[in-house]
């Protein structure tokens, strides 16, 4: 018999769901950051030895993008397992099967041991941490959202955007002190290890903090939101919003990985400048980060979600202009690109789901969201390194650019259509 998703409900407060939404949002983010930073780090040494370094970190980019690949196979088939076993046990199946291939990544044994079937391998088991990460999509900005105090939504929507910063901080930080307190040679043969299997511990937190979050009753729920809604229907008349709203936040998920990965492979392949200072840039520009997003929620209820996206664009253009300094001042570039992160990521996902009809709005978020981290995050760190090496850190520039033209055509766009809708309505 089918699990419903109102089984087990229980009363908490606000204060509970917001602490287990940043508790849930912060393991995720932890578990990507820690691939993203060993692609840059471990993984061109450990997986493709036999090639030069840029072409290493080239194939280990490439690897990267597959887990986005997953994540739209993996919300399709979420949905038929969730019809039979509710949303927690999705969610639950889900964490499983993410938390066991993060730990298998972490046991791989590398290229010298059993050549080919290495790379090979971590390609497949990336793949398996995509199909994770896109079933466990569970609609918490809507929840949020929907529970928040009018006028306060911005605010609310900006509540799982501190995972981001957080889980990255955190990933930096472990980094951090293994690279810097083992050898090379410990660290590329075991030191690295440790932080995936740190992944599947938090992991087990993770779990128990969805589960919570998906078996309570709060605020003013509406189930209505958190129902899926059939593909065909919801493709006929939500599909130009889909995919709009899919190149919305695409300035922010591009800045993702060119303030984060980008900067640790250019400095390790194509600078003089050292590694271990570009991460603790990095977590002092994490900690910016999660102030920034902080107050990209603040800005959003005093003035709108969409003004807030004008000017983040704005300062990604301008980050966009001081490329040059990751090669001759790092600390200023990661510091205020980071900082700039938090800013547009903080409402790059409250912003999409206002844009479906009530019905569609779960199912039109999830894909809309998946797509958005195929175009603009999958392939930024290959997209980005590639530039800089072949033509220096202005391409990559120009590279970041394209994304932001293309988030201020979508919000044009989608402006000009709800406007539409507007006028018909009245």
């Known amino acids: 018999m089918a699990t419903t998703d109102t089984n087990f409900q229980q009363s908490v407060t606000i204060d509970d769901v917001i602490t287990t939404v940043v508790m849930a949002r912060v393991t995720d983010f932890f578990g990507f950051f820690v691939y993203a930073i060993a692609s840059a780090l471990v993984f061109p040494a450990v997986f493709f030895p036999h090639l030069d370094p840029v072409a290493g970190t080239l194939w280990s980019f490439a690897l990267f993008s597959l887990a986005f690949l997953a994540r739209p196979i993996a919300s399709l088939m979420g949905r038929s397992i969730q019809t039979k076993i509710g949303r927690p046990g999705k969610i639950t199946l889900a964490l499983m099967v993410l938390g066991v291939s993060t730990v298998a990544i972490g046991l791989l044994p590398g290229y010298d041991q059993i050549g080919i079937l290495a790379p090979i391998s971590l390609a497949a088991l990336r793949f398996v941490q995509g199909l994770g990460l896109g079933?466990?999509?569970?609609?918490?900005?809507?929840?949020?959202?929907?529970?928040?105090?009018?006028?306060?939504?911005?605010?609310?929507?900006?509540?799982?955007?501190?995972?981001?910063?957080?889980?990255?901080?955190?990933?930096?930080a472990l980094f951090y002190v293994l690279s810097g307190f083992l050898t090379e040679e410990e660290f590329l043969g075991y030191g690295w290890r440790f932080a995936f299997f740190a992944v599947m511990a938090?992991?087990?937190?993770?779990?128990?903090?969805?589960?919570?979050?998906?078996?309570?009753?709060?605020?003013?729920?509406?189930?209505?939101?958190?129902?899926?809604?059939?593909?065909?229907?919801?493709?006929?008349?939500?599909?130009?919003?889909?995919?709009?709203?899919?190149?919305?936040?695409?300035?922010?998920?591009?800045?993702?990985?060119?303030?984060?990965?980008?900067?640790?492979?250019?400095?390790?392949?194509?600078?003089?400048?050292?590694?271990?200072?570009?991460?603790?840039?990095?977590?002092?520009?994490?900690?910016?980060?999660?102030?920034?997003?902080?107050?990209?929620?603040?800005?959003?209820?005093?003035?709108?979600?969409?003004?807030?996206?004008?000017?983040?664009?704005?300062?990604?253009?301008?980050?966009?202009?001081?490329?040059?300094?990751?090669?001759?001042?790092?600390?200023?570039?990661?510091?205020?690109?980071?900082?700039?992160?938090?800013?547009?990521?903080?409402?790059?996902?409250?912003?999409?789901?206002?844009?479906f009809a009530p019905e569609f709005r779960y199912s039109g978020s999830a894909l809309a969201t998946n797509l958005s981290w195929i175009l603009g995050a999958a392939f930024a760190p290959l997209v980005g390194l590639f530039l800089a090496w072949a033509f220096g850190l202005w391409a990559a520039a120009l590279y970041l650019l394209s994304a932001v033209v293309v988030t201020m055509v979508a919000l044009y766009l989608l402006q000009q259509k709800l406007d539409r809708k507007w006028a018909k309505n009245k």
């Open 135 to 172: 079933g466990a999509w569970d609609g918490i900005t809507l929840q949020l959202k929907n529970a928040a105090p009018k006028g306060r939504e911005g605010i609310y929507g900006m509540v799982p955007q501190l995972g981001g910063p957080i889980g990255f901080c955190v990933a930096a």
């Open 202 to 355: 938090v992991n087990v937190v993770a779990l128990f903090a969805r589960l919570r979050l998906l078996t309570t009753n709060f605020g003013n729920s509406d189930e209505t939101l958190l129902k899926s809604a059939p593909l065909p229907k919801l493709l006929r008349s939500e599909g130009d919003t889909i995919v709009l709203s899919a190149l919305l936040p695409l300035a922010s998920y591009a800045l993702f990985h060119m303030v984060t990965v980008f900067p640790l492979s250019y400095t390790l392949l194509l600078s003089d400048n050292s590694v271990t200072d570009i991460l603790l840039f990095e977590l002092l520009g994490g900690t910016l980060a999660i102030g920034a997003v902080m107050l990209s929620g603040v800005l959003a209820d005093r003035f709108s979600r969409r003004v807030v996206t004008w000017v983040s664009c704005g300062l990604v253009v301008l980050l966009s202009f001081s490329i040059g300094m990751l090669e001759t001042s790092p600390a200023l570039y990661i510091i205020f690109g980071l900082a700039v992160l938090g800013f547009s990521y903080g409402q790059s996902s409250a912003i999409v789901p206002d844009r």
